[in-house]
């Protein structure tokens, strides 16, 4: 088990480049989550899949923001036009099955710094 | 809609000490609560759950029981060792609020245990 990783680990850019995430979830894992994270704040919720359907977005996740979970393994979290406020730790969950009680697996993070 | 609300920190103690980290929330339905742990320079990880009323979470000597009628579910630990400095966060997961059982989260509260 090796657990949920993210590439890359660290991204600095300027202020209306694209960005890429990727996420790699844990093998049989059927649902995975993103969520950002500023500093001194808790995880938000972003946008959620189940295989390959997203099923909701966090009214966080504006139009300049998109996921794709293709096939329903990995999936990318790209940022267009990127603003200093996208500036956030981009945090991946997997879990396995439904159920309020399930237990959540993070991968490390992304560190997006927008200057 | 749902908030987890925790106690302002940071806390910080010396080893051998009793801690005590309050966690209170607000869910339309009946939540699963949760208690994670970031160790530095780790991703998140579960430190403990109950999925409902009087259940008692624990793990690693820490201990936290769901309340309904406080809606709380404050951490608790005897004694506490150096190892325990982190940063935790307690969540909700509300089935009411969507089937994908996303995370609500606190915004954390950073331990430091000295020698």
């Given at each position: 088990d090796t657990g949920v990783s993210q590439d890359p680990r660290h991204k600095i850019t300027k202020r209306g480049q694209n960005v890429t995430f990727r996420c790699d979830p844990i093998s049989e894992h059927n649902r995975l989550y993103w969520y950002r994270q500023t500093l001194g704040q808790g995880p938000e919720f972003l946008t959620y899949f189940q295989n390959e359907a997203q099923l909701e977005k966090s009214r966080l996740l504006s139009d300049r923001f998109s996921a794709e979970r293709p096939k329903g393994s990995f999936s990318t979290?790209?940022?267009?036009?990127?603003?200093?406020?996208?500036?956030?730790?981009?945090?991946?969950?997997?879990?396995?099955?439904?159920?309020?009680?399930?237990?959540?697996?993070?991968?490390?993070?992304?560190?997006?710094?927008?200057l | 809609g749902d908030s987890v609300t925790q106690m302002e920190g940071p806390v910080t103690l010396s080893e051998e000490a009793f801690l005590t980290i309050n966690c209170t929330y607000t869910a339309t339905g009946y939540p699963s609560l949760f208690w994670y742990v970031q160790y530095p320079g780790e991703g998140l990880q579960l430190l403990l759950k109950a999925t409902k009323a009087d259940d008692k979470g624990s793990n690693k000597g820490f201990e936290a029981t769901y309340r309904k009628e406080t809606t709380s579910f404050h951490l608790e630990k005897g004694s506490v060792q150096v190892s325990d400095s982190a940063v935790y966060f307690c969540a909700l997961s509300d089935p009411l609020t969507g089937a994908n059982s996303k995370l609500t989260f606190g915004k954390g509260i950073t331990l430091s245990v000295r020698p």
């Open positions: 979290l790209e940022i267009q036009r990127t603003e200093q406020g996208d500036s956030a730790m981009y945090l991946c969950a997997s879990s396995f099955g439904g159920g309020a009680g399930n237990e959540q697996f993070f991968g490390p993070g992304t560190r997006l710094t927008v | -």
